[in-house]
């Protein structure tokens, strides 16, 4: 089979138009002979005056005309090719001016260079879109590896402490063999518990960020009670008010992903509290076409500066690190944006006036709840 040779962009649309230009020339042609030179008489003036005997002005036949008019008319059909070559292959560079940088662009960004940006200027045709569309591709994917990034620094540093931590207490139980084996089994315990969650919080942050879920109707407001009720020995315990309200939040999506989102709020609410005499208000509501959880806890007053920095995977404010048996892992509010974002949502975090923090969830709400929705497992 002949394989056909790959021409150029530039110059397919150089070749188009030179072959406009011709084929506009020839058809200018026809309609001269269409419409002049088919009306001239094919014979000279004096055989007509002959034939039919009648007095004519002396002018040039039709032969006559073709002699002169066919070098004329072919030299215009080149003078047209070449123009049309070479005012096509310029014209077409012009146009593909903006399409050669963006495939530059697109060659840096292949070779891992994400921090090029075109920023074409000029109108705002069809070209500037997509230069303006890549460089928004370019600038999310620069910020989404560099987060992946730090991500993967920060987890392979909270993975080794608990793994550096066992072997330290290994290498002191081999130094010395009188120590409490009880004690040396209970902090082993308790160093692979924190390993153990640790994990299983980053395989559920991968699932959440790679939406790899079945999608159900869930209804908000049952998942908060189911994660109020869990919690609430731990709120009893620290001397906790715990309330739900609110009314009925219908959401599409994973009931195990959202009522973790949930028990992580509630009981991140939980732990970072007043010693004493707290509380913590889970509500839920239906606004137009969103579905809202607010989560409220009393606490120490943040700073606003360190509120946004709150759901970054292993951020831990000063005033609100724990070390007790519920420090966490530092991944709490990572995984509830990352549960938000997975569900098309939008996660809000502001101090709350007088000390606490207030979080709230908008998910986007079905137009219509057919039957009963079900309650996370």
Request: hydrophobic residues 45%.
């Amino acid at each position: 089979m002949t394989r056909r040779p790959n021409l150029s962009a530039r110059l397919k649309l150089t070749l188009s138009y030179a072959g406009f230009l011709v084929v506009a020339g020839v058809l200018l042609l026809a309609v001269m002979w269409v419409f002049v030179l088919r009306w001239l008489p094919n014979e000279d003036a004096r055989s007509i005056q002959r034939r039919f005997g009648a007095v004519i002005i002396l002018g040039p036949k039709r032969s006559d005309l073709l002699n002169g008019f066919a070098p004329a008319a072919a030299t215009a059909l080149v003078f047209l090719l070449v123009f049309g070559l070479l005012g096509g292959w310029i014209l077409a560079g012009r146009m593909l001016a903006p399409l050669t940088r963006i495939a530059s662009a697109a060659r840096l960004a292949s070779d891992g260079s994400l921090s090029h940006r075109i920023r074409m200027t000029g109108p705002r045709d069809e070209f500037r879109e997509l230069a303006d569309a890549f460089d928004t591709m370019l600038e999310r994917l620069e910020s989404h590896v560099g987060e992946q990034q730090r991500f993967a620094a920060n987890a392979s540093h909270e993975l080794r402490t608990p793994l550096a931590v066992t072997r330290t207490l290994l290498d002191a139980a081999r130094n010395d063999p009188t120590r409490d084996r009880g004690e040396l089994v209970e902090r082993l315990r308790t160093v692979n518990t924190r390993a153990i969650d640790l994990t299983e919080a980053l395989l559920l942050l991968s699932r959440a960020d790679g939406r790899s879920f079945a999608r159900e109707s869930v209804d908000l407001s049952l998942v908060a009670e189911e994660a109020a009720e869990t919690l609430l020995p731990l709120a009893e315990k620290r001397r906790i008010t715990l309330d739900v309200t609110g009314g009925p939040a219908h959401a599409v999506g994973s009931a195990a992903l959202l009522l973790r989102m949930v028990t992580n709020l509630v009981q991140n609410a939980v732990v970072h509290n007043l010693p004493a005499d707290g509380t913590v208000t889970v509500h839920t509501e239906r606004r137009r076409d969103a579905s809202v959880l607010r989560v409220e806890n009393t606490g120490r007053p943040l700073p606003p500066e360190l509120v946004p920095t709150l759901a970054e995977p292993f951020q831990r404010g000063t005033e609100r690190v724990r070390t007790d048996e519920h420090a966490g892992v530092g991944l709490g509010l990572a995984i509830v944006r990352s549960v938000v974002r997975a569900h098309d949502g939008t996660l809000e975090l502001a101090p709350r006036t007088g000390g606490g923090l207030v979080v709230t969830v908008r998910l986007p709400a079905p137009a219509e709840t057919g039957g009963k929705p079900r309650q996370a497992p």
